[in-house]
């Protein structure tokens, strides 16, 4: 091979090339989109910035539950239902007419092809579809959804302290005791509160909380701590009972020397996992509502302070679940992970995820028996599940599509009365027909030729 000399500029200027490339790639962390991790590169020291990974205490794979998935499956339609239900209860009259209800498509969830007379028609024991005018189709609620909606409430009207109670306890597992009320809009529903919570309850309650203005918007603040309400559900529980009930006993009568692993039905842990999660179990407990601004976020007491904390928080709901994308809206405040899904999944024996429907669920587990019902049920549950009874009511147990029921138009073009319709429908009605009559006598009259 023959040796070709180059001349100093090309050769000064290849150096200096090489060594831009090696001072690029001393501050990257892999060798490109699907790069070898072989090429990986520490950190340096002086990167202190960077936030460490959390310690991860065992490798766990999910196994489905079919009997808390079957609660998911069978709130599907009774969410729907639920929506459509908040919108009409805010219109004049409890009416609204389905051209102005498919505003709300998107945030029902209604497909684009999809009518919505063929959905509200799967619901005769909630909603009635009536027709006034040339063609205009109105919806409103049956006599039975409104008078649910009316216990419902009466029902949060008496049970406000509880309310109160729920969100006093939310607000001081927070780092700041200080949670936005955006951030708490989305668990609102879960944890019982009205729409105004965020100015009613400060203007009634102003002992307990503070509306403040932040840079993110406003916040409601705690005003007064409690050290009566910074005990949790599972220290009260081991208070509550007696120590010889407690104490797991063998058969020769002896307590066992080794802890053991109490698993649900279906997971099948390797002995090294098994060990990991005994030895998490060990690890001293640590309060929620201790002041967690010092503690290591890639340490086991800081894991062990997050599983405490949602249990908590699960507790505090009404029904002893909500959304897994509802907590990680709150990792800022209480200091959760970026792997809060997986943190969850590592912990069978107190949580399970379910993967049902659009988003993920996180159970409870102690809240639910075997036939997937609740063991204590809130009062406002009960009224929930009567929402549920009328949701499968059919066609064929209610006839409420037929015109002697849904109000049939006279020759007059009046409504008749319908005995299931309330004061309030009866009186928008009346008042369409006024204005209607009032329009076709302002109406010019064309006289034939």
């Known amino acids: 091979m023959l040796a070709v000399a180059l001349p100093l500029e090309s050769t000064l200027f290849l150096n200096s090339k090489k060594q831009q490339l090696r001072a690029s790639s001393s501050s990257t962390f892999f060798s490109g989109a699907g790069g070898n991790r072989r090429n990986f590169i520490a950190i340096p020291s002086t990167h202190r910035h960077v936030q460490r990974l959390p310690v991860v205490t065992a490798t766990v794979k999910r196994t489905k539950d079919y009997v808390l998935d079957k609660v998911v499956e069978r709130e599907k339609k009774v969410k729907v239902v639920n929506k459509v239900k908040n919108i009409l209860v805010k219109q004049p009259g409890k009416v609204m007419s389905l051209r102005d209800l498919g505003r709300y498509r998107h945030y029902i969830g209604l497909q684009a092809k999809r009518r919505f007379v063929s959905l509200l028609r ?105 050290p009566e309400l910074a005990v949790t559900f599972e220290q009260k529980k081991l ?51 201790d002041d967690s601004r010092d503690l290591n976020p890639a340490s086991k007491q800081a894991e062990k302070r997050a599983v405490a ?41 107190i949580f399970y995820v379910s993967f049902k429907g659009q988003r993920d669920s996180v159970f409870l587990r102690e809240a639910y028996n075997e036939n997937s019902q609740l063991l204590e049920k809130d ?31 006279d020759d007059d073009g009046s409504w008749s009365d319908d005995e299931d319709m309330s004061p309030e429908t009866r009186e928008f009605l009346e008042e369409r027909r006024r204005r209607r009559e009032v329009m076709i006598a302002l109406r010019p009259k064309v006289e034939p030729w």
């Open 122 to 226: 799967k619901f005769p024991g909630v909603f009635i579809i009536f027709e006034e005018g040339a063609g205009c189709m109105y919806c409103r609620l049956t006599a039975s959804a409104e008078a649910q909606y009316k216990e419902e409430m009466e029902l949060r009207k008496q049970l406000e302290d509880s309310a109160v109670f729920r969100l006093r306890k939310f607000l001081m597992m927070s780092v700041d005791r200080r949670i936005l009320v955006s951030k708490i809009i989305h668990l609102r529903h879960d944890l019982g509160l009205s729409d105004g919570f965020h100015t009613q309850f400060p203007a009634k309650y102003p002992e307990y909380f503070k509306l403040v203005d932040t840079a993110m918007g406003p916040a409601l603040e705690v005003n007064k701590w409690d």
């Open 239 to 289: 208070e509550a009972t007696p120590q010889e009930d407690y104490e797991e006993i063998t058969v020769s009568g002896r307590v066992p020397k080794f802890p053991r692993l109490t698993l649900p039905r279906g997971y099948k842990l390797p002995r090294k996992e098994k060990e990991k999660l005994l030895k998490f179990q060990q690890v001293p407990l640590l309060s929620p509502y």
């Open 309 to 349: 904390l949602v249990q908590e928080l699960l507790h505090l709901t009404l029904e002893k679940k909500t959304l897994v994308d509802h907590l990680t809206h709150f990792r800022s405040d209480f200091k959760f992970s970026q792997r809060l899904r997986g943190m969850l999944i590592r912990h069978p024996e």
């Open 379 to 409: 009062p406002l549950v009960l009224a929930k599940e009567k929402l549920a009874a009328l949701v499968k009511i059919d066609k064929s147990a209610m006839k409420v599509l037929d015109e002697s029921e849904s109000g049939s138009e």
